[in-house]
């Protein structure tokens, strides 16, 4: 499986954006996609999976959205009310393991990676 993440940008608090992760490969649907997100010197964190059901990281819940289009091999992340705090590389990963799904070092397959940038 190969992963693209895109959509990330500079934006200002209080905007929207949505990433998008496109995967090439087969048996997408099986996967378990997340999001995770890696500010400057600081560990790679938890944001979201989906398996069918999906979850948040607390802290994000209520501004953060995971969805995924199987039809299109494509995960989404809509992010709403950003703030500066938000500011990471943001990464989208798979696995066909549903355990340690809030761990990154759990995961096979890893994109490259979409900068968002929040100004205040």
């Known amino acids: 499986v190969q992963l693209q993440a895109s959509g990330g940008g500079l934006v200002q608090a209080g905007d929207s954006l949505r990433l998008s992760c496109a995967a090439s490969g087969r048996a997408f649907s099986t996967y378990a996609l997340s999001w995770f997100r890696q500010a400057p010197g600081k560990e790679r964190e938890f944001v979201a999976w989906?398996?069918?059901?999906?979850y948040y990281v607390d802290s994000l819940k209520g501004r953060f959205s995971i969805s995924r289009d199987n039809a299109k091999n494509t995960v989404y992340l809509q992010m709403n009310s950003l703030k500066p705090e938000d500011t990471a590389v943001y990464y989208c990963?798979?696995?066909?393991?549903?355990?340690?799904?809030?761990?990154?070092?759990?995961?096979?397959?890893w994109g490259q990676g979409t900068e968002v940038t929040v100004s205040s």
């Open positions: 990963g798979a696995k066909q393991c549903t355990d340690g799904l809030r761990e990154w070092q759990h995961y096979d397959y």
């Open positions: 989906s398996t069918g059901n999906t």
